[in-house]
């Protein structure tokens, strides 16, 4: 597959761009150097490394193919900063990302800074042979660093909540409250029928793997106006959700006894009450609010107890251009929460389809029929993952709004939760 | 799911029993006592602990529950042979099935004549009310232990080739030639639209992971007519395949990198040749048989270094009911050649799409809308592996003829090879 | 250093080596099949292994060198049997042992009668000028087959105990009782002084790491009259012991958190009540006997909770030659009791200085000064093992009576405690 | 046993006290924030953790209990910067040491400046009743962080090795050179004998581990007058020395193989010739300086090689107290140069005794005859690891000259070599 989106104009991506790369270093404002350096587990990465490897990626993908005369910042900071890619050489093992202390936070910022000047520089004087390639390229680019913007916040959560100190990441944006309780959770109806899915071309970016757009065959079923709360959740565990063998996939059910699994990540019992902590600091559960870091064996497991299942991404995709037009409306980075929030009230149809939590679907992340990844390089982006893992829709609380859309894909396996993620359940009409 | 299938003679289902526990041990006569008892990865079973399990589940579902006055044969049995039912206690860990030297053989096959005697018994005399109920558990232990019949071969197979004696199952059943060459793979086009699949109650057994039978929106798309063959395979391993990461997700580049996979399976370089293992014998590869032993990432890896792909499971059950109708004619356990054969070169339509090989396909392991697990303890029989394995159709030469379907979904972790596994090519039309 | 013991009597050696290969076939005498087949931990090797791994010692070091036109038995047989050799090859590995189904029982039985046929052939026409190395290698291969005997029965009893049909192996042999209850333990006072420790040449056959014999010097020190009994280690159970970092060694502590050690192996508390499980069966803790299967670890923590030490290797020999010369009156393999027994109220001396438990002492296992390994293969024998082990002297209830000295030396890792291993407190004059 | 040196003057060890405090800052004024935080393999600490555990160590063992009215500094650092005091509480796991971005470096150096604040006033307020405990604990205190300090060069070195920048400690203190080129080793006897070791009280302070004093028997012996060079170890590795099995121990040749290990620790070979990297920088190997980076396994294969044996730590001690009798003329941490360097030819005697490098000896970590842990928390520091280490003598590079001894007894793992360790040959006479 090429890269080709409809014609992008050259200052309004160069002004995402800038955009995109300043809200990097807002959302690391709050850390101290220390923060930026370690990694309490394979899954995340240092903040640090972030920086450095969506600024890489700029440089490596852009700079060194279409600058005249392009010097590596640092002859070094591609085997550093190369996250997965065997086409670009050797890296740094993923667990071993935190053993680095060095490049210095300040020697990684002025590589953003030295980066970001050529590329202003490349952008002004680009041939018009080039310009649509390159900026995709850059467009592609930002989404990237959008995505790890996710990830700092996640990973950082992580660093946080191991650290016997456990400090708070953002408590300035603790909520007095994020709206008034909720009503019930209702089921919509979608009748069965050919529908399609996948990336519309006239729609602007995607990844490759949300395309090509197809047909699919959906029968009748029903999905929740909203994720699975807190409260929810919470009867499922004094339900003795945890021990009931039933509910659980047989590797959910190891994974459980292996690591001692009761109840979410970031969830402790403290004197008999459970606690929530945030990065705005702990504080008590709040019983409306979509449950988040939970597992896919966890979103099953639950679905199972409660009599039904997990939508397929096809059912949830529908549903959302169905039933959910409002993608911007819901509660993302840009809100600066770092939390879901309680559904409002208002409104008919699907709530908090589109930010709070991603939303583990029933759908394993396969090629979609006529899938061809991108060429060259970044074909290595998304194609070389679609094995053992689940997809998840609707991004979430540290998801830029921009960055989501209906057809977007994101994929873990099933036993990780270390990210926002919750659930919604679906069943059969 | 409830146990129900088309009314069942009790003799002649009494017949297939006594014949599929015939079948057991005659599987097991060239055997030493010593090869009972090992167990050379934990994948793989003893033969000991694969003729006690499928005893103690005619015992344990169905005695424990119609016999009156019932006794075990053995208090510790339960523990000793069960597998991986949860709702029926604990159980020996799977990795020390071989650390186990008792029972002894002899009395492993006193179990399976006592068991045999009681349930004859039981059957003699069984009422009408619960004839139904039983005829159809006789029925799934019956295809129950036609899958260990096939794990009986493949895990025997595996202890032979790590032996340093090597020793031959059946040489006497080393062919001395399996039929023609065969001539050039063709694709064979189906059209696109919607379809049926899944299990057809009219015909008979199928376990609940095959049901509801259910509609699926097929694209125009065309198959290979027989399976990749040693021949192919061999030019992808020359072409420098498993040196080429692009052919290869992620998982899997790192698998064949930490196991040093450089072939299938039982394939071994001897001075410059390729010699492959067998459980007839070693010998010489034949270019012309389908090649065997593959795991999911080096039939995903072939078949983008061939630029095609893998057949989804819909797209080949569809194949498989409309281009070859005549499934009982394949290479299957019943011929005793225990290996793959080269396709015959009649027919217009597919080749070999029932025995010789297992068939991974592009499909995740999952349930089928409207899927329910049967109730009870069975209901741990499918559903809960349904995660991070992919489906595998056909049947192999491991497989008796009548155990299989065109509905029949095997599914296996995509690092798995031990078993006769291997795939046939599919593109879009 | 090279083979040489006082002059050996052709006709001697041999009815020994011809008694020691019987008493090798004895002791598996009451295995099934199966039985020979297991390896229930790395540390233990299947009987079979024993049997042909000590046949291989006899025809590698001795048919292969002094028989003309000799043939190995079988060419695989050195892969096979080798144990740690180098020098003479690549071999199973250790933990591999039990996934070897063949050769079979019967097949390792043959390799054994026709090993010792080619045995007593060439002892019947050796030349003058081979005699004396041919008897020395006889020699320290009937010695080193009698550490495989004590092996396969502690190898055995792990076997049975993990398995859950709990077999037997000689539950003929439970004892009545094994005499009176003995009375207090006594320390008794050993001067200090410069001595001689080490093998003294004259007295016969001696492994190397026994030699040479030189002087040490000794403080004053005191010694139990017997090792510490099950009722004194209960009585540190009973305190808390296995509960009180203080007590012990880091690495102790840690390895019993680790595997979870609240007792000696094989003992089980049932209903409130410790039980001890025996090669003659389950039964009571009989106070009076020795503890035994401990680890270096419990031994120190025990020691330190009694306010004492354990004997240094140098004490306990001095102590041995001095105050307990009846070396052959101990409770050896010879009277088939399997287990330790009550020490005899007879007598001024040491007790249970040789047999019923090999006694951990203080010193860890390193060369003697002046030390040289045999010359050639044979020097792989001890001296390669010098390293992280501690040495344990006396002889055990599994330990044939003409195999012990008061200068042997035998060592195991600090944490294991499979064999037969006791300790006996010491502390300063 | 008791803490108890000879009187201590309150003035003197206060200015010790002062300078060993800077003396640790002073070693990480090179480093910049991010090289405090982050812990390349278990066995090294972050240099964060280590001033905020030296700084602990004060806190917990002196102010905690003689401060009227103290206050932790912090309530959670004792979690944190306890290492491994049982007795003393939680602690965060060891290898998680570099998983802790907080406290800030800062806030460890206001850690340091408060509790060195609270000592002064305690010590200018200290009643007579506890003066001699106080002092006595300070001074243990300055000697722990003294090896604390050692361990933060060779953490720092492991960490900057590992880093693919490879940055520089102390690029201005790469050397010239080091002195003329020694001659040849010569071997030095000492006649056997009665001999006495071990610390004698009158000489001041002495960890417990090196009490009593005690008589020894000693065989004549030779000794080696300086340590094995880099040139001699290079003829070792271009005679095979890392592929004959023969010179090896055991677990040597074992773990050999499984790490690759084809040289010393920071050796590399580039386009053929063998480099070396320090602490002020790569360069070439200097044949005549001592090697270091060894482990107990590599020093006894060489050993072996050379046809000689390793000093027992008895030998080491006579020797250096009887021919070596100027200890500070060494080259330790106070010359900063940060790495071995050649003999000077000067002097009959034994030369680089101390400082250079840490020498393996034959002997293994044990207690000495008649042995007391001191009393209290402290009997932790050295008797729990008595266990599967091997004794090192004489100092290195990197320890401070003051507090090193002829009786100071080191200790590591046999496979351990990122210390600064080397060996120096023996034999009998």
Same mark, same amino acid.
């Given at each position: ?5 409809? $014609? ?23 850390? &101290?150097v220390?923060? %930026? ?41 591609? #085997?550093? #900063? ?28 002025? %590589?953003?800074?030295?980066v ?18 390159v900026?995709?390229?850059?467009e592609?680019?930002i ?8 990830l ?8 946080? #909540? ?13 909520? $007095? ?5 909720a ?7 979608v009748?069965?029928?050919? %529908? ?24 009748? #079923?029903?999905?929740?106006?909203? =994720? ?6 919470l ?25 001692g699994?009761?109840?979410p ?73 770092y ?37 060259? $390089? ?19 609380? &540290? ?14 396996? =099933? %036993? ?5 993620s919750?659930?919604?359940l679906?069943?059969?009409?």
């Amino acid at each position: 597959m090429q890269l080709s989106w409809p $014609a992008l104009d050259r200052n309004q991506i160069l002004e995402r761009f800038r955009k995109t790369r300043r809200l990097s270093a807002r959302l690391c404002e709050p850390l &101290a150097v220390e923060d %930026y350096v370690v990694q309490t587990m394979p899954d995340a990465s240092p903040a640090k490394w972030h920086l450095g490897h969506t600024t890489w990626f700029f440089e490596n993908f852009i700079l060194s193919k279409f600058e005249s005369g392009f010097e590596p910042f640092h002859a070094r900071f591609n #085997f550093l #900063f190369n996250s997965y890619y065997e086409s670009q050489g050797e890296r740094v093992a993923r667990p071993a990302r935190g053993l680095c202390s060095r490049p210095t936070v300040q020697e990684v910022y002025s %590589y953003r800074n030295s980066v970001e000047e050529h590329l202003e520089l490349l952008l002004r004087d680009l041939s018009e042979e080039v310009e649509g390639e390159v900026l995709a390229l850059l467009e592609i680019g930002i989404h990237h660093e959008q995505q790890h913007q996710e990830l700092i916040l996640t990973d950082l959560k992580h660093c946080f #909540f191991m650290n016997a100190l456990r400090p708070d990441y953002r408590p300035d944006c603790a909520p $007095a409250s994020f709206g008034a309780a909720a009503g019930e959770t209702r089921f919509l109806s979608v009748p069965g029928g050919t %529908y399609e899915i996948g990336h519309d071309p006239s729609r602007g970016f995607a990844y490759d793997n949300e395309c090509p757009r197809h047909a699919v065959l959906l029968q009748d #079923f029903a999905i929740a106006s909203r =994720p699975v709360t807190c409260g929810e959740y919470l009867a499922f565990i004094e339900d003795g959700g945890y021990q009931e063998f039933r509910h659980w996939l047989s590797d959910g059910w190891a994974r459980i006894q292996a690591e001692g699994w009761r109840a979410p990540l970031y969830w402790e019992q403290v004197e008999g009450t459970w606690k929530i902590w945030t990065l705005t600091g702990a504080r008590s559960i709040d019983p409306d609010e979509p449950v988040t870091h939970v597992s896919y064996y966890e979103a099953l497991a639950f679905a199972s107890w409660a009599g039904c299942r997990l939508a397929t991404e096809q059912e949830w995709e529908i549903a959302a251009d169905r039933l959910c037009p409002a993608i911007r409306a819901g509660n993302f980075l840009d809100q600066e929460r770092y939390h879901p929030a309680r559904a409002s009230q208002a409104g008919e149809g699907l709530q908090q389809m589109f930010g709070d939590v991603w939303e583990w679907t029933g759908s394993a992340y396969l090629p979609y029929p006529g899938y061809r990844p991108l060429a060259g $390089a970044l074909g290595e982006y998304n194609g070389k993952f679609m094995i053992d893992q689940m997809v998840l829709r609707g991004g979430s609380c &540290a998801t830029p709004a921009d960055h989501i859309r209906s057809s977007y894909r994101n994929f873990f396996q =099933p %036993y990780q939760r270390w990210q926002f993620s919750g659930f919604r359940l679906a069943r059969d009409a």
